[in-house]
Structures are given as structure tokens and as C-alpha cells.
């Protein structure tokens, strides 16, 4: 085992403080669940609760992940946003496919969203970029809106004793289902 292999598995590993979770008082709809969780990061003091990790894949399959942030999150799906010269553009438009991530490690909570990926029609990525200081270092149409529609999204949350919990909800058509 090399020096630094070593150090990794020195270091402590979920340290944070879980929050009282009811299983009992679950939301069916999993957009409700995580009002309840990002606000609630967000009300223990988490810096930047909106940052997420974006997974995607290029036209020959190989992954890639870069951390963004969440500009919305509706019925139409979990809005992300950026320039078209991305890779992250690129890859979309080769492979829809993609999840998103958020860890909030002081109450030892995770988001993954699991879905496809559709631009946001050319006036609403307008709209989404008018009056963002980035707007001025772009073309007029440089700039793209995303909604990440999901098919899967997990909750977890971790335990000191590693008894963690997940919430998993799968979309079946139009409806939610969810499994503890």
C-alpha cells in the first residue's frame, strides 16, 4: 500500500450530523422531498446547496462529470445551464443521458436525479441569461437551458453506524412509484 493510499484510508468518513428522518412522512411526488431536503441543507448552514455534479457520457461512451448549478426544478424537469461551446453541450447532444448529483456532507444527505436531458426552447435560455454578468461575454443563442427530466431519483442519507437510509423513487409513465 503506497503512503497516499494509506493517508485516504486514514481519514474519517461520515462525520456529519443526519437530521431525524421520517419514513412514515414521505411525499409521493420526489420533487416535494427534495424542497424538504435542500432547504433544510440550506437551514443548517451548507454553503452553495444548488451545486450539483453533472454525469455525463461523449459519443464513445466515456464518462464525464463537472460540478454546476441547479437553476430550477419543476414538473418539466431539473433546470442546468451553459454555454453551447461546452463539453457538457456536446456530449448532450450526442447522448442525452445524464445524472445529476448533490452532497451535503454536514447532515450527511445525497441527491442522485437519473434522466434524459432536453434544451430549453432559444427564449427561455435568453430569459435565463439576461442580466447574468456571464451574458456579456456571450453571442446572442451562445447560451443554452437544460431540464434534466428524470426517470430515478434517490435520496440517501447516512448513518454513523452505516445503517443508511434510501428513498428511491422510479417514474412509471407519467406517475411516481417509491420504494424505502
Known amino acids: 500500500m503506497n503512503e497516499l493510499t494509506r493517508w485516504l ?3 474519517p468518513s461520515l462525520i ?3 437530521p431525524p428522518l421520517d419514513l412514515s412522512d414521505l411525499p409521493a411526488d420526489p420533487h416535494d422531498l427534495f424542497d424538504r431536503w435542500i432547504r433544510a441543507a440550506a437551514d443548517a448552514g451548507i454553503p452553495e446547496v444548488r451545486a450539483a455534479t453533472l454525469a455525463t457520457a461523449d459519443a464513445a461512451g466515456r464518462p464525464d462529470a463537472r460540478t454546476l448549478i441547479l437553476k430550477g426544478v419543476s414538473a418539466d ?3 442546468f445551464a451553459g454555454p453551447r461551446s461546452s463539453a457538457k453541450w456536446r456530449q ?4 442525452p443521458a445524464a445524472a445529476l448529483n448533490f452532497w451535503w456532507q454536514p447532515v450527511m444527505r445525497a441527491v442522485r436525479v437519473r434522466g434524459t436531458v432536453h434544451e430549453a426552447a432559444p427564449a427561455e435560455s435568453a430569459a435565463d441569461i439576461a442580466g447574468s454578468p456571464a451574458g456579456a461575454l456571450l453571442e446572442p443563442g451562445e447560451w443554452a437551458l437544460w431540464r434534466l427530466v428524470p426517470e430515478r431519483i434517490e435520496f440517501w442519507q447516512g448513518s454513523p453506524d452505516r445503517r443508511h437510509a434510501r428513498i428511491v423513487f422510479t417514474r412509471d409513465g407519467g ?6
Do not use: F
Open 9 to 11: 484510508r486514514d481519514q
Open 16 to 18: 456529519g450530523t443526519p
Open 77 to 79: 424537469g431539473w433546470e
Open 92 to 95: 448532450l447532444a450526442d447522448n
Open 175 to 180: 406517475d411516481w412509484t417509491r420504494e424505502v
